[in-house]
């Protein structure tokens, strides 16, 4: 079994004879003895505390300097080639540097940045500089400022293929077609703005003429949207590069030490001080917002999970995996947030009930969309577990439970009160579905983040007569298997179970559980999330074993994983998730989404299977059911459309260089316009009604959000062939 002892002579000795390392004017902007006593203690506490048995060799030290320039230049838009070898020869050093204090990395980083910073601000700011709009010419077309729209260039939008460049001439004509790309773009906002505007004015079937008249507003010319074009992209450029200047020399050293803290897994963290509060920021509770957990991701800000009951969960095309490029508050210019810490990002996005935010988002297939969303409250009962009855076409009643969350009131249950939980809501739905005499029940798990472990143990058992559900071990080697012990079954008929990419942890033990006891039909995408483990928030402040120590400003916390799920097969959740017994089509199939495809995740592995006994009724045979299930797949509307269009976005995704001509792209604009049209009917499960401008604003109030929430149930494709995958179930026990 590992302990964890500091040795207090050694951190004695550490702090009280170190030779402070400065970098000249810019050692007075950090404390150095604080970030040599928070590297210490990552050193110790890391290895032992994390469940992998990692330790800091040459392998570790590679991955933590692989994350550290990626969050440094993921966008490889400022460092040269030479730059990354100068640090990349420090990175043998970085497990050895943070335990004794000699910790150059970050300060070496950060000058190398700010000189490049420099160096490429003045190239952006002679590039829009000019802002002539000059007529098409032979042979380049028109000419905005210093870029030529109309001529066919190509630049690579996934910065993973990306090579960070050799010479400035090569950074410098990266910038120009990535300023020339945002002009296009800038430019193609504004038209289709006005044409929107115009179409809001028809009058009798005439728009008004484009002519300046008291009282009527003049449409401006090509040349003028240009002109605003350029404008626009300069001012954004400016706060771009201001907000950069701001980067202080503890950031590099805090996302340094984050850094080191991923090389283990992607859930393990180093918390500074500033985020302890919004750690990994879930916009809930009496914050107003949009209702979305972003995280930081290698410099972009992406959507992790949109909250039940919020108001991107009603508005609908805000979705996970979703980049957030652009923050713009109503009447007010955007904000690029590209590069910018999350704490930051927060602050835009949030705001008053009731105020709209525009996001400029960049989908997972590389398309970009704006997306209007009012801020709101969580509502609190869209939170919750709710169920209805599906009326198939022939008259069948399916009952439909959806549990957005394994949610448990734990507070609320101190002192002996009764504090709502997931459980008690599931089986009053379940009760009130078997009073309805529905033929079977359909538990949706999609988009499911997980929860409390208990309730993902208690509702397994609501299906069960009892046994174990999960095995559950830590990084001591100890095992835990945690078991349903209550004999009664509260639903014994067909059960279908809904899953998606984004069903994870809590989700993927109550489907993997009822899946192994033969209970239940999985069904969905290819595989769950993935997440198989559980991680613990440590407060470095209560590590300091010797009291004066404390005398420190605040140390920040560590966020570490200590244990992993395994099913009672013994197979891991982790990394392969849960994979359906039936897989039907889904619009993200081509998303690199779930563990398998974030950095350092820890492989799947197995333990000893738990005795268990399998469940007593009808067995299902899942060939049989599965050959019927994609027979109807191939003629639904709903799920024919949505598979045509995932090859479509499968292709788009490939795809990553792209034009930079106008044309072009005001073509592949059309053509996401058009993608979002025809899957949205069928795939947007928490969609609002378009207003009179086919324009989705979450203002829509004219119908009540319940009865909206029954209409989507019964149009959702999925859950219709659930339905039927329930009539086969009855079917096939009735031979």
């Given at each position: 079994?590992?302990?964890?002892?500091?040795?207090?002579?050694?951190?004695?000795?550490?702090?009280?004879?170190?030779?402070?390392?400065?970098?000249?004017?810019?050692?007075?902007?950090?404390?150095?003895?604080?970030?040599?006593?928070?590297?210490?203690?990552?050193?110790?506490?890391?290895?032992?505390?994390?469940?992998?048995?990692?330790?800091?060799?040459?392998?570790?030290?590679?991955?933590?300097?692989?994350?550290?320039?990626?969050?440094?230049?993921?966008?490889?838009?400022?460092?040269?080639?030479?730059?990354?070898?100068?640090?990349?020869?420090?990175?043998?050093?970085?497990?050895?540097?943070?335990?004794?204090?000699?910790?150059?990395?970050?300060?070496?980083?950060?000058?190398?940045?700010?000189?490049?910073?420099?160096?490429?601000?003045?190239?952006?700011?002679?590039?829009?500089?000019?802002?002539?709009?000059?007529?098409?010419?032979?042979?380049?077309?028109?000419?905005?400022?210093?870029?030529?729209?109309?001529?066919?260039?190509?630049?690579?939008?996934?910065?993973?293929?990306?090579?960070?460049?050799?010479?400035?001439?090569?950074?410098?004509?990266?910038?120009?077609?990535?300023?020339?790309?945002?002009?296009?773009?800038?430019?193609?906002?504004?038209?289709?703005?006005?044409?929107?505007?115009?179409?809001?004015?028809?009058?009798?079937?005439?728009?008004?003429?484009?002519?300046?008249?008291?009282?009527?507003?003049?449409?401006?010319?090509?040349?003028?949207?240009?002109?605003?074009?350029?404008?626009?992209?300069?001012?954004?450029?400016?706060?771009?590069?201001?907000?950069?200047?701001?980067?202080?020399?503890?950031?590099?050293?805090?996302?340094?030490?984050?850094?080191?803290?991923?090389?283990?897994?992607?859930?393990?963290?180093?918390?500074?001080?500033?985020?302890?509060?919004?750690?990994?920021?879930?916009?809930?509770?009496?914050?107003?917002?949009?209702?979305a957990l972003l995280r930081e991701d290698d410099?972009?800000?992406?959507?992790?999970?949109?909250?039940?009951?919020s108001a991107s969960a009603r508005q609908g095309?805000?979705k996970s995996e979703d980049i957030i490029l652009?923050?713009?508050?109503?009447?007010?210019?955007?904000?690029?947030?590209?590069?910018?810490?999350?704490?930051?990002?927060?602050?835009?996005?949030?705001?008053?009930?009731?105020?709209?935010?525009?996001?400029?988002?960049?989908?997972?297939?590389?398309?970009?969309?704006?997306?209007?969303?009012?801020?709101?409250?969580?509502?609190?009962?869209?939170?919750?577990?709710?169920?209805?009855?599906?009326?198939?076409?022939?008259?069948?009643?399916?009952?439909?439970?959806?549990?957005?969350?394994?949610?448990?009131?734990?507070?609320?249950?101190?002192?002996?009160?009764?504090?709502?939980?997931?459980?008690?809501?599931?089986?009053?739905?379940?009760?009130?579905?078997?009073?309805?005499?529905?033929?079977?029940?359909?538990?949706?798990?999609?988009?499911?983040?997980?929860?409390?472990?208990?309730?993902?143990?208690?509702?397994?058992?609501?299906?069960?007569?009892?046994?174990?559900?999960?095995?559950?071990?830590?990084?001591?080697?100890?095992?835990?298997?945690?078991?349903?012990?209550?004999?009664?079954?509260?639903?014994?008929?067909?059960?279908?179970?809904?899953?998606?990419?984004?069903?994870?942890?809590?989700?993927?033990?109550?489907?993997?559980?009822?899946?192994?006891?033969?209970?239940?039909?999985?069904?969905?995408?290819?595989?769950?999330?993935?997440?198989?483990?559980?991680?613990?928030?440590?407060?470095?402040?209560?590590?300091?074993?010797?009291?004066?120590?404390?005398?420190?400003?605040?140390?920040?916390?560590?966020?570490?994983?200590?244990?992993?799920?395994?099913?009672?097969?013994?197979?891991?959740?982790?990394?392969?998730?849960?994979?359906?017994?039936?897989?039907?089509?889904?619009?993200?199939?081509?998303?690199?989404?779930?563990?398998?495809?974030?950095?350092?995740?820890?492989?799947?592995?197995?333990?000893?299977?738990?005795?268990?006994?399998?469940?007593?009724?009808?067995?299902?045979?899942?060939?049989?059911?599965?050959?019927?299930?994609?027979?109807?797949?191939?003629?639904?509307?709903?799920?024919?459309?949505?598979?045509?269009?995932?090859?479509?976005?499968?292709?788009?995704?490939?795809?990553?260089?792209?034009?930079?001509?106008?044309?072009?792209?005001?073509?592949?604009?059309?053509?996401?316009?058009?993608?979002?049209?025809?899957?949205?009917?069928?795939?947007?499960?928490?969609?609002?009604?378009?207003?009179?401008?086919?324009?989705?604003?979450?203002?829509?109030?004219?119908?009540?959000?319940?009865?909206?929430?029954?209409?989507?149930?019964?149009?959702?494709?999925?859950?219709?062939?659930?339905?039927?995958?329930?009539?086969?179930?009855?079917?096939?026990?009735?031979?």
């Open positions: 079994m590992k302990k964890f002892r500091f040795c207090l002579f050694s951190l004695f000795f550490l702090l009280v004879t170190f030779i402070p390392q400065g970098y000249g004017s810019e050692s007075s902007q950090v404390d150095q003895k604080r970030n040599r006593l928070i590297g210490y203690i990552l050193s110790r506490q890391l290895p032992a505390l994390h469940f992998s048995d990692k330790v800091f060799d040459a392998e570790l030290a590679g991955a933590a300097f692989h994350l550290y320039i990626k969050q440094l230049d993921h966008q490889k838009r400022f460092l040269l080639r030479t730059d990354v070898a100068r640090l990349q020869r420090l990175a043998p050093e970085i497990g050895e540097s943070i335990a004794d204090g000699q910790i150059t990395l970050p300060g070496t980083g950060y000058e190398l940045l700010n000189e490049r910073i420099e160096q490429v601000q003045g190239m952006v700011d002679d590039f829009l500089a000019e802002d002539r709009i000059q007529p098409p010419a032979a042979g380049e077309g028109l000419r905005v400022g210093s870029f030529a729209v109309s001529v066919e260039e190509y630049q690579e939008t996934d910065p993973d293929k990306l090579e960070f460049v050799e010479t400035l001439d090569e950074l410098r004509d990266r910038w120009r077609k990535f300023l020339k790309s945002q002009v296009i773009s800038q430019y193609l906002d504004l038209l289709e703005n006005q044409e929107k505007e115009l179409a809001k004015k028809v009058i009798k079937g005439a728009v008004r003429p484009p002519v300046q008249k008291e009282g009527i507003e003049q449409v401006k010319s090509d040349e003028e949207l240009w002109q605003e074009a350029l404008v626009k992209v300069r001012k954004r450029n400016r706060t771009f590069f201001q907000r950069l200047h701001q980067e202080t020399l503890q950031d590099h050293y805090d996302r340094f030490f984050n850094s080191v803290a991923r090389a283990f897994d992607p859930h393990t963290n180093y918390v500074p001080p500033a985020s302890k509060e919004q750690f990994d920021i879930n916009m809930r509770g009496s914050l107003e917002g949009i209702g410099g972009l800000i992406k959507v992790i999970r949109i909250i039940p009951g095309r805000l652009q923050v713009a508050q109503e009447g007010e210019e955007p904000v690029d947030v590209t590069d910018m810490r999350l704490r930051d990002a927060v602050r835009l996005i949030r705001g008053p009930k009731g105020e709209m935010v525009t996001l400029t988002v960049k989908k997972p297939d590389g398309g970009t969309e704006r997306i209007n969303i009012v801020r709101d409250v969580v509502q609190i009962e869209e939170t919750f577990v709710k169920g209805t009855v599906y009326r198939s076409e022939g008259g069948q009643r399916t009952g439909y439970i959806h549990i957005p969350s394994f949610y448990r009131d734990f507070e609320g249950t101190r002192g002996g009160a009764e504090g709502r939980n997931s459980t008690d809501d599931t089986r009053r739905e379940l009760a009130r579905l078997k009073g309805e005499k529905v033929d079977g029940i359909i538990l949706d798990l999609r988009d499911d983040g997980g929860g409390a472990l208990v309730d993902a143990v208690d509702i397994t058992g609501l299906f069960i007569r009892s046994g174990p559900v999960v095995q559950v071990l830590d990084s001591f080697g100890e095992r835990r298997i945690l078991v349903d012990r209550n004999d009664t079954v509260d639903y014994d008929g067909p059960l279908v179970i809904l899953v998606n990419k984004f069903s994870a942890s809590a989700s993927e033990i109550v489907a993997a559980a009822l899946q192994d006891y033969g209970r239940a039909v999985v069904v969905g995408s290819r595989h769950t999330h993935g997440k198989g483990t559980v991680q613990t928030i440590i407060d470095l402040n209560e590590n300091i074993p010797l009291l004066h120590l404390r005398r420190y400003e605040d140390l920040g916390a560590l966020k570490v994983m200590i244990q992993k799920f395994y099913r009672v097969t013994g197979s891991s959740t982790q990394y392969r998730g849960v994979e359906p017994d039936i897989v039907l089509p889904d619009l993200f199939e081509h998303l690199k989404t779930g563990e398998r495809h974030l950095d350092y995740s820890l492989p799947w592995d197995a333990i000893e299977p738990v005795s268990y006994t399998p469940w007593a009724g009808p067995p299902l045979d899942i060939p049989r059911l599965r050959q019927q299930s994609l027979a109807r797949a191939e003629s639904d509307e709903g799920l024919v459309i949505i598979n045509e269009e995932a090859k479509r976005a499968e292709v788009r995704s490939r795809e990553t260089v792209v034009s930079i001509a106008l044309e072009e792209m005001r073509e592949k604009r059309q053509e996401a316009r058009l993608m979002r049209e025809k899957v949205g009917a069928y795939y947007r499960r928490y969609r609002e009604e378009p207003n009179e401008d086919g324009e989705y604003d979450s203002e829509n109030t004219d119908e009540d959000p319940h009865e909206v929430w029954l209409k989507n149930v019964q149009e959702d494709p999925y859950i219709r062939e659930a339905a039927r995958i329930v009539a086969d179930i009855m079917a096939t026990s009735a031979l």
